[in-house]
T-cell receptor
Framework: DAGVTQSPTHLIKTRGQQVTLRCSPK?????VSWYQQALGQGPQFIFQ???????QRGNFPDRFSGHQFPNYSSELNVNALLLGDSALYLC?????????????FGSGTRLTVV | AQTVTQSQPEMSVQEAETVTLSCTYD???????LFWYKQPPSRQMILVIR??????QNATENRFSVNFQKAAKSFSLKISDSQLGDAAMYFCAYRISSGTYKYIFGTGTRLKVLA
């Protein structure tokens, strides 16, 4: 049973560039949430996708956008990268109707902006 | 504002001993869920234990148990018979039962297990 798969595992980008991170949820899950984890901090909620729609958004600028595909996989896009966007980006999947039961997380994408 | 506070940046425990990690949270909600997640060096967050606020009984999962004090808004994690594999970052998290999908995480406690 495949868990949550994220790609790439590491990424280095230059300020001002754009980046796309990808996530495949655990088999059977229909909801994908994205979190940003800065160094030494806990994860911060970016947004959640269900039925290909953004259901809720955290306190992140419009430079952060996402998408969910019919197969439930998801992408996180960040435009006009800033140095402060350097972080571990975690994808978490769940069943929408059982969202309070906890997430299954991927191993994250480490984004470094130089 | 809903917040989760973990006041212990780092804790150490001798192998086979017991350790307790602290977590407090601030909320005006009455129905919510609390979680402890473990993040080893592999970076993947793993659910350790979950507590429903309306349940008075403390959750237990093998060597892991919680002390949930709703009135005090406290949710500590006790790890018994600590093992080397327990070494990791531990995050406390909170989610209200309805009206939002996001989890709020604390800043984490790094647990070191000494052989």
């Amino acid at each position: 049973d495949a868990g949550v798969t994220q790609s790439p595992t590491h990424l280095i980008k230059t300020r001002g560039q754009q980046v796309t991170l990808r996530c495949s949820p655990k088999s059977g899950h229909d909801t994908v949430s994205w979190y940003q984890q800065a160094l030494g901090q806990g994860p911060q909620f970016i947004f959640q996708y269900y039925e290909e729609e953004e259901r809720q958004r955290g306190n992140f600028p419009d430079r952060f956008s996402g998408h969910q595909f019919p197969n439930y996989s998801s992408e996180l896009n960040v435009n006009a990268l800033l140095l402060g966007d350097s972080a571990l980006y975690l994808c978490a999947s769940s069943l929408f109707r059982a969202g309070s039961h906890g997430y299954t997380f991927g191993s994250g994408t480490r984004l470094t902006v130089v | 504002a809903q917040t989760v506070t973990q006041s212990q940046p780092e804790m150490s425990v001798q192998e086979a001993e017991t350790v307790t990690l602290s977590c407090t949270y601030d909320t005006s909600e009455s129905d919510y869920y609390l979680f402890w997640y473990k993040q080893p060096p592999s970076r993947q967050m793993i659910l350790v234990i979950r507590q429903e606020a309306y349940k008075q009984q403390n959750a237990t999962e093998n060597r892991f148990s919680v002390n949930f004090q709703k009135a005090a808004k406290s949710f500590s994690l006790k790890i018994s018979d600590s093992q080397l594999g327990d070494a990791a970052m531990y995050f406390c998290a909170y989610r209200i039962s309805s009206g939002t999908y996001k989890y709020i995480f604390g800043t984490g406690t790094r647990l070191k297990v000494l052989a």
